[in-house]
C-alpha cells in the first residue's frame, strides 16, 4: 500500500469528457486521457484491503459484485502509484485478456464492491485499467508472443465475442491451433457491431485481432455454424470446439402495430450503423435524421440507440423503461458490497440533455399499441403509465395508473427489450441439450452433453456482462486444454 492515508486526502476523478454538444458532431470516443498525476493519486486511493472485495466475483442480489476476472486490483492500484506502469500491465494481464474492452464498456462491478465506497466515491478502478493498457500499446509493450511449441490439437471456437476471443487466446497460449468461425463479416461479435464507436473505437477491436492473428490464431468470417457448416463437420476437423456463440435472440414486442415500416430492433439499428461507418459503400437502411424516435428498453442497448440517433440529427429521443427511477443514494435492500443500484446519468443522456433540455428517459411507462399511417408507416405510440407492485405470491407486477394514457408521436421506433437465448439454427439443429434458449453446461465444467463440445459466455448464462463473458472464456478454454491434455496449466 504506497499511500496509507490515500483514501482521505484524494478526491474520486475519473476521466474527463469531451463537451456533449461537440461530441455529438462525431462517433469519436467521448473520454479523454487522464494525466499521470492525476492517475498516481486514484491509484493511492486504494487502501489494499485485507479482504479486497473489488475482486471477488460474486453475485449477490442478482447482479455481480466484485470483479468476475479476480483482477488483482490493489496490486496493479499500487504500481501505477509507485509510477511503475510496465508491473501494473504485467499483473492486470495475468487475469484480464482484453483491458481495453473491459476499461471502456464494462459497468465496473469492482467499484461498487470497493471498500473505499462504503462511505466515500469508489476508487477509480476503471479508468485506471483502461490508462494501463493504454499505455502498453502506445509504449510498445504489447507484441505478438506466439507459442513456442504446438501441441497438435486444433480446437474450434464458435462466435469471436469476448468469450469466444478469450478462449481462443488462453488455447494458443497452451499451444493448440485454434480457428474462431463468425457469422458476421468481421471479428469481434458485439464487441464490434453491438457497442456504438463512441463507446467502443472499432480500431481498438481490429488491433487486438491483428494481435491474435499474428500470434497464431486462424479467423474465418462469414461463416454460421448449423447453416453454412454443421457442428458434426466441425467435430470431425478439429479435436475439440467452444461454442461462444452468445445470446442474441431478441425479445420480441408482441403488441399491436409491432410490423409497422420504421420498427426495428435496437441491434440492427446499431449494427448497420457501425458497419456504414467502417465500409463507406454500404448504405444503412435506418436513419433517425429528421424523426422522433422512441427506444422501447431502459438497458445500455436503448441508450446506445439514443446517442445514435442523436449523432444523426434526430428532431426528438424518448426512452420508455417500465420500473420506476431509481434512487439517488444505495437503499437498504441494496447494501455494500452488492452492485449500486443508484441513478446515473449515463452518456448519451448527458448528451440528450444537452440538446433538448431534458432527460431523455421516461419510467414506470408501458407501450400499449403502436399506430401506423394510411400507408402502413409508423406515425405514433400509445402508452400508460404504471405502478410497481408486488402481487400476494410476491411476484412483481406493474398496475396501470387510470387516466394516464398519453399519445407520442413517432416515426421511428427500436425494440431494446433484451434477449430470450441463443439463437438458431445452431441451437435447433445441433443436437445440444438447452432450457429456455441456453446451453446445458455445468458452471466449472463447461461441457455440453456432446463430447469434446464446451459451451461459455452468453450461450450457457443467458445475456449478460463482457466480465463474465471473458471470465468464462478462460474458464471453458482451461477445461478444454484438460480434457485434450489430461492436465492444465492454464489458471
Not at 198 to 211: D, F, P, Q, S
Not at 477 to 491: F, I, K, N, S, V
Request: charged share 30%.
Amino acid at each position: 500500500m504506497g499511500k496509507a492515508t490515500g483514501f482521505m486526502e484524494y478526491e474520486r476523478k475519473t476521466a474527463e469528457e469531451r463537451d456533449p454538444l461537440s461530441r455529438l458532431q462525431n462517433w469519436k470516443e467521448y473520454q479523454l486521457p487522464i494525466p499521470e498525476d492525476e492517475l498516481k493519486k486514484q491509484g493511492a486511493r486504494c487502501m489494499d484491503c485485507g479482504t479486497p472485495f473489488c475482486h471477488t466475483g460474486l453475485e449477490l442480489g442478482g447482479n455481480a459484485s466484485g470483479c468476475p476476472l479476480y483482477n488483482l486490483i490493489p496490486e496493479w492500484n499500487d504500481l501505477v502509484y509507485r509510477g511503475r506502469w510496465k508491473e501494473a500491465l504485467e499483473r492486470l494481464l495475468k487475469t484480464n485478456n482484453f483491458p481495453e474492452f473491459t476499461g471502456r464498456v464494462c459497468p465496473a462491478p469492482c467499484e461498487g464492491a470497493c471498500t473505499v465506497a462504503i462511505h466515500d466515491p469508489a476508487v477509480a478502478i476503471k479508468s485506471i485499467e483502461r490508462e494501463i493498457i493504454d499505455r502498453g500499446f502506445a509504449e510498445g509493450w504489447i507484441v505478438p508472443r506466439p507459442p513456442k511449441t504446438r501441441t497438435g490439437k486444433k480446437v474450434a471456437v464458435v462466435g469471436s465475442g469476448p468469450a469466444g476471443l478469450a478462449a481462443a487466446d488462453q488455447l494458443n497460449k497452451a499451444g493448440h491451433s485454434v480457428t474462431v468461425y463468425e457469422r458476421d463479416d468481421r471479428i469481434g461479435g458485439l464487441l464490434m457491431y453491438g457497442i456504438p464507436n463512441m463507446k467502443l473505437e472499432k480500431e481498438l477491436v481490429e488491433r487486438r485481432v491483428n494481435l491474435l492473428k499474428e500470434e497464431g490464431i486462424t479467423f474465418v468470417t462469414n461463416t454460421e455454424i448449423g447453416k453454412d457448416i454443421t457442428l458434426e463437420e466441425l467435430r470431425k476437423q478439429h479435436d475439440a470446439v467452444i461454442l461462444c456463440a452468445g445470446a442474441q435472440k431478441h425479445r420480441d414486442l408482441p403488441i399491436e402495430g409491432r410490423e409497422l415500416e420504421g420498427v426495428h430492433f435496437a441491434m440492427k439499428y446499431l449494427t448497420e450503423t457501425t458497419k456504414g461507418l467502417l465500409d463507406p459503400a454500404f448504405e444503412p437502411s435506418i436513419s433517425a435524421e429528421g424523426k422522433d424516435v422512441i427506444v422501447i428498453g431502459g438497458g445500455d442497448t436503448g441508450a446506445d440507440c439514443v446517442a445514435t440517433a442523436l449523432r444523426q440529427q434526430c428532431n426528438s429521443v424518448v426512452q420508455f423503461g417500465r420500473h420506476p427511477r431509481l434512487p439517488d443514494e444505495r437503499q437498504e435492500n441494496n447494501p455494500w458490497p452488492e452492485y449500486p443500484q443508484v441513478f446515473t446519468l449515463d452518456y448519451a443522456y448527458e448528451e440528450a440533455k444537452a440538446k433538448f433540455g431534458r432527460d431523455p428517459r421516461e419510467y414506470s411507462i408501458i407501450t400499449k399499441k403502436i399506430v401506423g399511417d394510411e400507408e402502413g408507416r409508423v406515425k405514433e405510440l400509445h402508452t400508460v403509465y404504471a405502478e410497481k407492485e408486488r402481487d400476494e405470491k410476491g411476484r412483481i407486477v406493474f398496475k396501470e395508473i387510470p387516466g394516464s394514457e398519453k399519445v407520442w408521436p413517432a416515426q421511428l421506433v427500436f425494440i431494446a427489450t433484451g434477449f430470450e437465448g441463443t439463437e438458431d439454427p445452431l441451437l435447433s439443429e445441433s443436437g445440444l441439450e438447452h432450457e429456455n434458449r441456453k446451453v446445458k453446461a455445468e458452471y466449472g465444467d463447461y461441457s455440453t452433453n456432446i463430447d469434446g463440445v464446451f459451451a461459455a459466455g452468453d450461450m450457457r448464462r443467458g445475456q449478460s456482462l463482457i466480465v463474465w463473458a471473458i471470465h468464462e472464456g478462460r474458464e471453458a478454454a482451461r477445461e478444454c486444454d484438460r480434457y485434450l491434455m489430461g492436465d492444465t496449466q492454464l489458471p
